[in-house]
C-alpha cells in the first residue's frame, strides 16, 4: 500500500526503519526526503543511456535495458547496503514520482520477504509540500529577528537561544554561508531546493504560538535565495538590534573567520571582490594588512569602512528596531547572558 504524504510534520511519525531515496545520485543531490539514504537503481550514465534508447530507438527495449540494470543494481544493494537488514526490517521507498524505478526495487524487496511500502507519487509528492509550504501559504509562525553589523555574534546568540530552548532558525547554518562577501566556507552550500527542505522540516517542527529567532538577513545568503513565504513573514517581523564596541566586534571577527585567516590566498582573492565597491588601492592596503598578519586591525577596518556603512543604509529602509541590545563585549559568557534578556525583548515585542 503506498503512502500519502500528507503534511511535512507527519514525515517523522512514520513507521519505517529506513527511508531509500532510489533515483541517480545527481537528482539525490539536488534534494530528497529528510533522512532518506541513496540507494539508486539507475545511475545517472545509466537514466541517461535508457532514457537515449526509449526516445530514439525503441519503447520495448529501453525498458529491457532498464529491468536488467535495476535488477544488476538491486542486487548489489541487496548484497551491501542492506546485508545486515533482518527479517523485521521495513522500508519506505520512492523515486521521481512513485513509478517503474521505486515499484520494481520495491517488488524485490517484497520478494524476500521485507514489509515495503512505496511514496505515492514519489519525490513529487514530497516537493509539493515543500513548496506549498514556502512559496503559496502565509507561514503560521511569531519571528522575531537577531539585527545588528557585521560582527556582532548573532549567529553565536542564535545558538546560545537554542541551547536554552529557544526556537530558532539558522539560516546560515543550513546554507551553508556565513552571509557576507567574505561568508563562504569549505562545505559547499547546498542546491536551493535541498535548502528549502531544511527549512521547511524546521518550521514543521515549531509551535506557532512561540517567537521564532532569525538572524536579520537580506533575501540571498551566498547564492541561496530565501523563499518568499518565510522573506515575507521576515520584513514584517519586529528586529532587535545587538550592539557592541568596535574592538569587540574585530576581535570576534578574527575568532570567527579563523579558517579563512588561516589561508592567505583564499583570504586575498575573497578581498579582491571588493575592489569594485572600494578600488584597487584600497584593497591592495587590506590585502597588505593580512599578508602581514594584522587581522585585528583588518576586521576593523572591513567593519568602519565596508560594512557599517551598507548596514547604516539597509537601516534606513527598515522600521526601526523594536529594541537594543547593547554589550560590552562579546565573549561567551556574556552572550550567554543575553540570552535570557532577549527572549524578554522577543516576548515584549510581539
Known amino acids: 500500500m503506498a503512502q500519502r504524504l500528507t503534511s511535512l510534520a507527519a514525515l517523522s511519525e512514520l513507521p519505517f526503519d529506513d527511508i531509500i531515496d532510489v533515483r541517480s545520485p545527481s537528482e539525490y543531490a539536488e534534494d530528497h ?12 550514465a545509466e537514466r541517461a543511456r535508457v532514457g537515449t534508447i526509449y526516445v530514439q530507438q525503441d519503447r520495448f527495449l529501453a525498458r529491457k535495458v532498464g529491468a536488467a540494470l535495476v535488477a544488476r543494481n538491486a542486487a548489489s544493494h541487496i548484497e551491501g547496503a542492506l546485508s545486515d537488514r533482518d527479517g523485521g526490517w521495513r522500508p519506505l521507498v520512492y523515486c521521481w514520482r512513485g513509478g517503474q524505478r521505486s515499484g520494481s ?12 511500502d512505496l511514496i505515492a507519487g514519489g519525490y513529487k509528492s514530497y ?16 519571528p522575531v529577528l537577531i539585527d545588528g553589523g557585521t560582527g556582532t555574534a548573532k549567529t553565536r546568540l542564535l545558538h546560545h537561544l537554542a541551547q536554552a530552548g529557544e526556537q530558532v532558525i539558522d539560516l546560515e547554518g543550513m546554507a ?12 559547499a552550500q547546498p542546491c536551493q531546493k535541498a535548502f528549502e527542505s531544511r527549512v521547511a522540516m524546521a518550521l514543521a517542527r515549531l ?11 537580506s533575501n540571498k545568503i551566498g547564492d541561496i535565495l530565501i523563499p518568499p513565504s518565510l522573506w515575507a513573514a521576515m520584513l514584517g517581523a519586529p528586529r532587535i538590534r545587538v550592539e557592541a564596541p568596535l574592538e569587540a566586534r574585530a576581535a570576534f571577527l578574527t575568532n570567527a573567520y579563523a579558517d579563512l585567516l588561516a ?23 587590506w590585502q597588505q594588512m593580512a599578508q602581514e598578519g594584522r587581522f585585528t586591525a583588518l576586521a576593523a577596518a572591513l567593519i568602519t569602512r565596508h560594512y557599517d556603512p551598507r548596514y547604516a543604509k539597509s537601516a534606513t529602509r527598515a522600521t526601526p528596531p523594536a529594541a537594543v541590545l547593547p554589550l560590552p563585549d562579546l565573549e561567551d559568557a556574556t552572550l550567554m547572558g543575553a540570552v535570557a534578556r532577549l527572549a524578554e525583548l522577543a516576548r515584549q515585542s510581539a
Open 33 to 44: 526526503v529528510p533522512g532518506a539514504i541513496n540507494l539508486p537503481v539507475l545511475s545517472d
Open 105 to 116: 526495487f520495491a517488488a524485490i524487496l517484497a520478494q524476500i520477504g521485507w514489509r515495503v
Open 127 to 142: 516537493r509539493k509540500l515543500v513548496v506549498d509550504a514556502l512559496y503559496r501559504h502565509p507561514l503560521r509562525l511569531s
Open 176 to 187: 551553508a554561508h556565513r552571509g557576507s562577501l567574505l561568508g563562504g566556507i569549505d562545505t
Open 207 to 217: 509551535d506557532p504560538a512561540r517567537p521564532v529567532f532569525i538572524e536579520a538577513e
Open 263 to 285: 589561508d592567505p590566498a583564499r583570504l586575498s582573492e575573497r578581498l579582491a571582490g571588493l575592489i569594485p565597491y572600494h578600488g584597487r588601492e584600497c584593497v591592495a592596503e
